[in-house]
């Protein structure tokens, strides 16, 4: 066959194939289970009779939505044991695929929504993701001295489902992608969306803060905001699609089993490289690794401080995250089931028995 007739008969098949529409709603499901599968996958193997280590050493790092009460979906307040007394806060998490809450006198919450995962949240709200990729918002209140705690469902500040969606560490932004292409940014204390801007269809927004909107697109990492968009670097085969952003500093979990921190406030300058997946504190101040080939005494390490180790975390580590900027949130398993674990920065560790599967992100 000549060229022209390859050319020809390619066309004919071409135009007789119907390619499918990209569902990218079922995309970025996929992609965030991805992420969960890709933080359990990294976990880390216990050792010696401490099980895991917790360990802190330096690095120099510087740098209100309203709505209706509805309680129609209050929960059974089991009791999950005098250890969760230790809670200053309301912590939240995905327990058997129910958003859950955890209060301070150590009682479980099931909120009645079947979640895909917990965007974020702070000492007064929850912000997650329902099993339709809609964004739902729960507030919590206590009453009297034993800070009994009463949920209420508030108006969720984006309407219908989105693409991907981040809540700043700082508890300020709220950014998401919505199934148009169009990723916003939400100034939650003032009320109002300060920044808008259009990507493309194969975009996630990985993460939110005072410097703008950090969005994977394509294999690229940007930060995007008011001014030109800065390119952040990704190794290997990685999309950052499992990136941090806070004060100044973009925290990059690449496909090679490292995270790479950059310093963003000129450029994107390569700071420090952890070996294992990492999760960036909501000030930027400190960074929580899981080591992912782990040696003897090692495991979770806590960027910021000096360096301390303790023991108390049994089993094998899966997750870790920031309840504040001071308190870790670290989930494991062992031969019994799960575990959830509270970690303060002089790294003493309390277990926090809770049954079932435990996610603690998206």
């Known amino acids: ?76 307040g089991s009791s999950a044991g005098p250890s969760a007394a230790g809670l200053r806060e309301t912590v939240w998490f995905v327990r058997d695929g129910e958003l859950t809450a955890l209060d301070p006198t150590g009682r479980l919450h099931d909120l009645g929504v079947a979640s895909e995962g917990v965007v974020g949240f702070t000492s007064e709200r929850v912000f997650a993701l329902d099993d339709e990729s809609r964004l739902v918002v729960r507030a919590v209140t206590y009453e009297g001295e034993t800070r009994a705690a009463t949920f209420a469902e508030e108006r969720s500040p984006v309407a219908g489902a989105v693409s991907s969606v981040a809540l700043s560490g700082d508890g300020r932004y709220l950014g998401w992608l919505d199934l148009s292409g169009t990723a916003r940014r939400l100034d939650l204390k003032a009320g109002r969306v300060d920044l808008r801007v259009e990507v493309g269809a194969n975009s996630t927004v990985t993460s939110v803060g005072a410097d703008g909107l950090l969005v994977s697109e394509d294999g690229d990492l940007s930060l995007l905001g008011d001014g030109p968009a800065v390119p952040v670097p990704v190794q290997g085969d990685g999309y950052g699609v499992a990136s941090d952003l806070a004060n100044g500093y973009v925290l990059v979990q690449d496909r090679d089993g490292r995270s790479r921190l950059y310093d963003i406030n000129d450029g994107a300058t390569l700071e420090r490289t952890f070996d294992g997946s990492a999760e960036l504190g909501p000030y930027g101040e400190r960074v929580a690794v899981l080591a992912e080939e782990p040696g003897e005494g090692s495991g979770l390490t806590v960027w910021g401080g000096e360096a301390m180790a303790v023991a108390g975390l049994e089993g094998r580590v899966e997750q870790a995250r920031w309840a504040d900027e001071t308190t870790l949130l670290v989930s494991a398993r062992d031969g019994d089931g799960s575990a959830l674990y509270v970690c303060d920065l002089e790294l003493r560790c309390s277990a926090l028995p809770v049954d079932g599967e435990v996610n603690l992100g998206e």
């Open 1 to 76: 066959m000549t060229r022209t007739e390859i050319q020809t008969a390619l066309d004919e098949v071409g135009g007789a194939v119907t390619v499918p529409e990209i569902d990218c709603l079922a995309f970025q499901v996929r992609v965030r289970a991805e992420r969960r599968r890709r933080t359990t996958t990294r976990a880390l193997a216990a050792t010696g009779v401490a099980a895991a280590v917790v360990t802190a050493a330096g690095v120099a790092l510087s740098g209100t939505v309203g709505g209706a009460d509805d309680s129609s979906h209050v929960t059974n």
